[in-house]
Antibody
Framework: EVQLVESGGGLVQPGRSLKLSCAAS????????MAWVRQAPTKGLEWVAT????????YYRDSVKGRFTISRDNAKSTLYLQMDSLRSEDTATYYC???????????WGQGASVTVSS | DVQMTQSPSNLAASPGESVSINCKAS??????LAWYQQKPGKANKLLIY???TLQSGTPSRFSGSGSGTDFTLTIRNLEPEDFGLYYC?????????FGGGTKLELK
């Protein structure tokens, strides 16, 4: 069974950093691209970043470019999202998702909550 | 960025009925439109991709149609487990963008 489990969320002050992790199991992690998608309270889904299966390519939405870094450790089957210079508008539940070559996300985690507030 | 406009925002129906949810892209995305279901306490679920291709495990009462800028998700013979939130997503180009969501509620 495919499982994606996020961790590392919490309350953080504006301007500070936080690192999310996503532990994957039930599939060959190194064969798949991975993504982070977020959802602000009472809002819709918003794609954040994507990384290729081998980590050689990364893509970000404009509002997080230069502040967030997506990375992966295929030996540990783990995806990361380093979030720096956090802003109140980054407050959201962050979902880890597996994506296919067709750019659709066919497996999702339950999400990690991030609150940016003083 | 490709803007995705979903309608309606809310929809009330009864089990056994059929419903349709629409998604309009601000420019052509060819056939590259996906539909997801979101329910409290459950992982988001991919239902359909590339406009009309059912993801493995998606019941046949779900169907997708459309191309270019206009797409539709149809659910026939609603089951109790179908009530929840539905989102469309264009997977044609970065940044991937989602519609605002449709809440399907029990009438």
């Amino acid at each position: 069974e495919v499982q994606l489990v996020e961790s590392g969320g919490g309350l953080v002050q504006p301007g500070r950093s936080l690192k999310l992790s996503c532990a994957a199991s039930g599939f060959t992690f190194s064969n798949y691209g991975m993504a982070w998608v977020r959802q602000a309270p009472t809002k819709g889904l918003e794609w954040v970043a994507t990384i290729s299966y081998d980590g050689s390519s990364t893509y970000y939405r404009d509002s997080v470019k230069g502040r967030f870094t997506i990375s992966r450790d295929n030996a540990k089957s783990t995806l990361y999202l380093q979030m720096d210079s956090l802003r109140s508008e980054d407050t959201a539940t962050y979902y880890c998702a597996r994506h296919r070559k067709t750019n659709v996300m066919d497996a999702w985690g339950q999400g990690a909550s991030v609150t940016v507030s003083s | 960025d490709v803007q995705m406009t979903q309608s309606p925002s809310n929809l009330a129906a009864s089990p056994g009925e059929s419903v349709s949810i629409n998604c309009k892209a601000s420019k052509s995305i060819s056939k590259y439109l996906a539909w997801y279901q979101q329910k409290p306490g459950k992982a988001n679920k991919l239902l359909i991709y590339s406009g009309s291709t059912l993801q493995s495990g998606t019941p046949s009462r779900f169907s997708g149609s459309g191309s270019g800028t206009d797409f539709t998700l149809t659910i026939r013979n609603l089951e109790p487990e179908d009530f929840g939130l539905y989102y469309c997503q264009q997977h044609n180009e970065y940044p991937w963008t989602f519609g605002g969501g449709t809440k399907l509620e029990l009438k």
